[in-house]
């Protein structure tokens, strides 16, 4: 049993939940399952691995240059309050759900994800989630929501964190698959994420903005303006810009806690430019891990789940409209920072603090899903909606978890918002 335990512990921690390796396998099924010769799988194989991993430094090149730029600004404004960072909120619920003996949450992880592949396998939805990362995260939180909220511990608390998270992964991104058509046209693919109900609220939302017709890829600009037609050219005048004024307003005290011994200026200047590279790298990494993963998925689907939906990262959806990614990064940024004003405002004594991941990677994904059916005015209203969204529902479930570190996603904001409220009027307010 020892040995089982070891090879199954390894293949939990380096295997699934290691994005490249968890695609990697995926990939060479669906090409053992298409009779490809090893030649070719050994090409696809590594080719996917390859693609994953530039994918994974232009995020992490994305989340580093971001989130010193916001720590920086929040500190001149003098913001504390609670944590959005996902990360953050897992490795927190995990110490908490150490002490009740479910610290390892891989084992509801990979639980789950066999419920998915049931569920996908004997259901008309066939959707099969594969951001490994992402399963893990959602395994961590839901677990904790449950223990908080319910007070479930052991058995019972492990059984109902599987169901909810295999059924959460199995019906939401089917869910929204629909609201994609336009997007994605006949394509196996759909979004695997804690970004699925809030993708479909906002494909919703951009409608009544703007049109379809009326995409910021199509965007006519004039004379020199035309240059912000590059995506590298638009983010780095675009970031560069911004990161350049917040450092300004900043001034050279604060932006030394980051910046060191270099000049403030040049700092904001090469935060931004950082930010082109890293969108650059990470497109590069979609388009090749893709080339890869899309003709293996279907030998993969023919024999295990016949016509399955591969739900995927974020990411995977900004090639489609890199220009009304980069708008929904920044209406939402600013739609998140008015979220602040207004808990502000309202003197709220929970306030949230917007995080890189959050403002990047859901801005970005949720401005492609409402370019699609509200063009570039409906990207603009719908994902400034959402930022206040994200922060005030982030308050709102900090309040209601009595935590001081919530994930920042939309979906929790929302879909799971209303599920541990409802909780709350069912069995009461948690323990201090």
Not at 79 to 92: E, L
Not at 299 to 317: M, T
Not at 349 to 370: E, K, N, Y
Request: aromatic share 12%.
């Amino acid at each position: 049993m020892s040995v089982l335990k070891s090879i199954l512990d390894f293949f939990i921690t380096q295997i699934f939940q290691t994005p490249a390796y968890f695609m990697a396998v995926v990939v060479l099924i669906g090409s053992v399952f298409q009779k490809k010769d090893l030649k070719s799988t050994v090409v696809a194989v590594i080719k996917t691995i390859v693609g994953m991993m530039i994918l994974g430094i232009g995020a992490g090149q994305l989340k580093n240059a971001s989130q010193a730029v916001i720590e920086i600004f929040t500190a001149r404004m003098g913001i504390q309050g609670v944590s959005t960072d996902m990360w953050t909120a897992v490795y927190a619920y995990i110490d908490e759900l150490s002490v009740v003996g479910m610290g390892n949450v891989a084992m509801v992880m990979i639980t789950a994800w066999v419920v998915n592949l049931i569920l996908a396998r004997f259901t008309p939805i066939k959707t099969i989630f594969l951001t490994g990362h992402v399963a893990y995260c959602d395994s961590a939180f839901i677990t904790y929501f449950i223990y908080r909220m319910v007070g479930l511990t052991g058995t019972a608390l492990f059984a109902s964190a599987v169901l909810a998270c295999g059924v959460y992964w199995w019906l939401f991104p089917a869910l929204l698959r629909k609201f994609l058509n336009p997007l994605l046209g006949d394509a196996p693919l759909t979004l695997g994420h804690n970004l699925c109900v809030s993708g479909i609220i906002t494909t919703q939302l951009a409608k009544l903005f703007g049109k379809a017709s009326d995409s910021a890829e199509n965007l006519k600009l004039p004379g020199w303006l035309s240059i912000f037609k590059d995506s590298v050219v638009a983010y780095s005048i675009i970031m560069g810009s911004i990161y350049l004024l917040i450092i300004l307003i900043s001034g050279p005290e604060i932006v030394a806690m980051k910046a060191g011994n270099a000049n403030y200026i040049m700092y904001g200047l090469n935060q931004g430019f950082t930010m082109a590279v890293g969108v650059y790298v990470l497109l590069s990494g979609v388009r090749m891990f893709l080339n890869e993963l899309i003709p293996a998925f279907k030998g993969f689907s023919d024999k295990l789940v016949p016509g399955a939906i591969a739900a995927v990262d974020s990411p995977v959806f900004w090639s489609y409209a890199p220009t009304a990614a980069m708008l929904g990064f920044l209406t939402t940024v600013v739609g998140q920072f008015v979220g602040v004003g207004i808990l502000a405002a309202m003197g709220s004594s929970v306030i949230a603090i917007p995080s890189v991941i959050p403002l990047f990677f859901g801005g970005c994904t949720l401005g492609v899903f409402a370019n699609s059916t509200g063009g570039w005015k409906g990207t603009i209203g719908a994902t400034f909606i959402m930022g206040i969204v994200v922060i005030m529902g982030s308050a709102a479930l900090a309040s209601l978890l009595n935590t001081g570190f919530v994930p920042g996603h939309s979906d929790w904001s929302t879909l799971w918002l209303a599920i541990v409220g409802i909780l709350r009027l069912i069995f009461g307010p948690v323990a201090a």
